[in-house]
C-alpha cells in the first residue's frame, strides 16, 4: 500500500483503477534551416490544423459542459493566434531556426515568464500557452495526440498535468476521479473537476511514477490523500465513507431553493463568492442567494494590458443578468499585495500587503479607477449592482472613493447614459482601524463586509501567504470575535446590513457564532452554500445567543472552537 498527499482541489472520494495518461513522443531536434519561407509555411499549417483541432474541442466541451467552460478553449485559440508569439517565432525561424525548437525556445520563454509570477492565478496561465504549444508541436512532428474520450471502465485518471484539452476530452461517465503531479486551486482542471463534481487531488509529485496502470487507487478530494493499492479493510473503510458523503450530498440537495433560515426563523443571506463570471453559474447552481464578493481583478489578470471599460461592461452586465435581480456585490479593483498585474508598472514595496495596494492605488490612478467605475454603473441597469471598496483604512479614503463613483456617475448622465439609482456603496472591513470605528463607517457606508482573510493577517500581524506563521490564521480567536461583533454592532446600530466574505464565513465553527451575532450576509465558495445552509437551518439562533458572552470570555482559537464543537454544533441530520 502507498499513500500519497496533495491538494485536495475537488471534495468527494472515488475508488476506481488508475488509468495513466502516457505523454506522446514529442521529441525533436533543433537543427538549421536554409529554407525559412518554406519553415514558416509548415508552422502557418500546423497553427491552421491545431485551431481545427481546438475548434472541435471547443464545440464538444460545449456540448458537455456549457458555453462558459468553453471558453478555456477560447482562451487556447488566442494564445494560437497571438501575433506577439507567432511573430516571435517567425523572427527565429528567420534566423534559421527550425520550426519545432524556434516554437519550443519561444513558449518556453512565455511559460517561464508566467510561472515566475507570484500569484497563482497567473502562474496556471503556464498551462495554457504548454497546452498550446504540445499541440502545435505534435502538428510539426506529426505524432497523435491520443484520444481519451472513450473509455469502457471507471478509471482514475493519473496525470503529470492534466492539460484543459484532456480534461474537457474525458468521458465522463467513467472518470471517477483524478490525480496529478502538479497544479494548485486555480488551475484549469481543478476548476473543471468541481464544475464535473469529480474529486480531484492535485499537486501529488510522484504519482505518475509511482502509480502503475490498473492499480486500484482512493482518492480523497476533500482531504487530498491518495491511496494506492490498498488493503481491503481499508477500502470497505473508504466505501462508507464515500456513501455518507453521498448521502449528505443528497441531504443537502433538499435546500436548494429553500430560503436560508435559521429553526427560529431568521433569515440571513447564503452568497458566493466569484473571480469570473462564469461563476455566477456556480454560485446559482449551488443555490446561491446572492454573490456576495466579485473579485473584479482576476478580469484584470491573464492578460497583457487593462481591460477596456467596454470588456468591463460586458463581463459585469453578464454577472448582474445571470443573478436575475439577486444582490451581486462587486468589488473595485483589489491589486497589489500578492496580486500583481505584470502590465501595470509597481514598485517592489518591503511590506506588499502594508503597501500601495486595491484603494490606494486606485484613489492615484484615477482614471484606472474611474474606467471600473464607468463599467460598472453602465452595466448596473441589467441587476441588482451593490459597489464594494477593498482596503479602506480610513474615513477620508471612503468618502474620496464615493466622491470619484459619484462624479463617474454624474459624467454618464451628462453623457446621456442610464444609471441605476438604487446601487448600494458599501466597504470591505478587512483593516482593524475600520472594524473598531464600524459605527462611524456605518453611518457612510450603505453595507459593511467584513474580509476575515485579511482582517486577520492585519490583526494577528501573520502574512497569509507565508506558511511558518499561518499558526495564526485563528478566526475563532477571541480577538477577531470581538472585532467581528463590534463591526456587526456598530452597522445594526447604523441600521446597515452587514457582511463577511472571507474564508470565516463558509466555516462550520464560525457559522454559529455569527449567526448568533446577527451576521446578515455569509458569502462563501459556492461548494459550501448548501452545507452552510442545512447548518443553519438546523440551529437556533435565540439558543445560540446566549453563548456568545461567554465565548468573548475564553482566551484562545482552541478553547472557542471545542466550545463551539461542545456545544453549538448540531449534527445536520
Ligand atoms: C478578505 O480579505 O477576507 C477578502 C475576502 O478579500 P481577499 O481574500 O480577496 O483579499
Ligand atoms: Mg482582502
Known amino acids: 500500500m502507498l499513500e500519497m498527499k496533495g491538494i485536495a482541489v475537488s471534495n468527494g472520494i472515488a475508488i476506481a483503477k488508475a488509468y495513466c ?185 510522484t504519482a505518475t511514477k509511482d502509480i502503475q496502470q490498473g ?17 481491503p479493510e481499508i477500502v470497505g473503510t473508504y466505501q462508507t465513507a464515500q456513501k455518507a458523503y453521498l448521502e449528505e450530498r443528497a441531504y443537502f440537495e433538499q435546500f436548494k431553493g429553500e430560503p436560508s433560515i435559521s429553526r427560529d ?35 484584470y489578470m491573464d492578460r497583457t494590458d487593462l481591460p477596456s471599460e467596454e470588456e468591463q461592461f460586458v463581463s459585469y452586465k453578464s454577472v448582474l443578468e445571470k443573478m436575475k435581480g439577486k444582490p451581486t456585490v462587486v468589488r473595485t479593483l483589489d ?10 508598472k509597481m514598485e517592489e514595496e518591503m511590506n506588499p500587503f502594508l503597501g500601495h495596494r486595491a484603494i490606494r492605488l486606485c484613489l492615484d490612478d484615477t482614471a484606472l479607477f474611474r474606467t471600473q467605475l464607468r463599467a460598472l454603473l453602465r452595466a448596473s441597469i441589467y441587476g441588482n449592482l451593490k459597489i464594494m471598496f477593498p482596503m479602506i483604512a480610513t474615513l477620508d479614503e471612503f468618502r474620496e472613493a464615493k466622491a470619484i463613483l459619484e462624479d463617474v456617475k454624474k459624467e454618464l448622465v451628462t453623457e446621456g447614459k442610464e444609471v441605476s439609482d438604487t446601487i448600494e456603496v458599501g466597504m470591505m472591513v478587512e483593516i482593524p482601524s475600520t472594524a473598531v470605528m464600524a459605527d462611524l463607517f456605518a453611518k457612510e457606508a450603505d453595507f459593511l463586509s467584513i474580509g476575515t482573510n485579511d482582517l486577520i493577517q492585519y490583526t494577528l500581524a501573520a502574512d497569509r501567504m507565508n506558511e511558518k506563521v499561518s499558526y495564526l490564521y485563528q478566526p475563532y480567536n477571541p480577538a477577531i470575535l470581538r472585532l467581528v461583533k463590534s463591526v456587526i454592532d456598530g452597522a445594526h446600530k447604523e441600521g446597515k446590513w452587514v457582511g463577511m466574505c472571507g474564508e470565516m464565513a463558509g466555516d462550520e465553527i464560525a457559522i454559529p457564532i455569527l449567526l448568533a451575532m446577527g451576521l446578515d450576509e455569509f458569502s462563501m465558495s459556492a461548494s459550501s452554500i448548501l452545507r452552510a445552509r ?40
Open 21 to 205: 495518461l502516457v505523454e506522446p513522443d514529442l521529441s525533436f531536434e533543433k537543427v538549421t534551416i536554409s529554407d525559412s519561407e518554406a519553415e514558416k509555411k509548415r508552422l502557418k499549417n500546423a497553427v491552421a490544423e491545431a485551431k481545427k483541432d481546438l475548434e472541435g474541442i471547443k464545440a464538444e466541451a460545449e456540448r458537455k459542459f456549457g458555453p462558459d467552460k468553453a471558453a478555456i478553449f477560447q482562451a487556447h485559440l488566442l494564445v494560437l493566434e497571438d501575433p506577439e508569439m507567432l511573430g516571435m517565432i517567425d523572427g527565429k525561424i528567420d534566423e534559421g531556426t527550425n520550426a519545432e525548437a524556434a516554437l519550443h525556445e519561444v513558449s518556453t520563454t512565455f511559460i517561464e515568464m508566467f510561472e515566475v509570477m507570484e500569484n497563482a492565478y497567473m502562474k496556471e496561465r503556464a498551462a495554457d500557452i504548454r497546452d498550446v504549444s504540445k499541440r502545435l508541436l505534435s502538428k510539426l512532428l506529426n505524432v497523435e495526440i491520443p484520444d481519451y474520450s472513450r473509455l469502457n471502465e471507471d478509471v482514475i485518471i493519473i496525470a503529470n498535468d492534466l492539460t484543459p484539452s484532456m480534461t474537457a476530452q474525458l468521458d465522463k461517465t467513467h472518470v471517477k476521479g483524478f490525480v496529478t503531479d502538479i497544479g494548485g486551486r486555480t488551475s484549469h482542471s481543478a476548476i473543471l473537476a468541481r464544475t464535473m463534481e469529480i474529486p480531484a487531488v492535485v499537486g501529488a509529485k
Open 215 to 231: 492499480a486500484l487507487v482512493i482518492v480523497d478530494g476533500s482531504k487530498g490523500d491518495v491511496i494506492v493499492d490498498a488493503e
Open 265 to 299: 426563523g431568521h433569515h440571513v443571506e447564503i452568497a458566493g463568492n466569484i473571480g469570473k463570471p462564469e461563476d455566477a453559474d456556480i454560485v446559482l447552481e449551488n443555490g446561491g442567494d446572492g454573490v456576495g464578493l466579485f473579485r473584479t481583478e482576476f478580469l
Open 335 to 344: 491589486i497589489g499585495g500578492d496580486k500583481k498585474l505584470p502590465y501595470l
Open 534 to 573: 442545512a447548518q443553519i437551518a438546523k440551529s437556533s439562533k435565540e439558543d445560540l445567543e446566549k453563548h456568545i458572552e461567554k465565548i468573548l470570555q475564553l482566551s484562545s482559537n482552541k478553547e472557542v472552537s471545542g466550545y463551539v464543537k461542545q456545544y453549538l454544533m448540531k449534527e445536520p441530520k
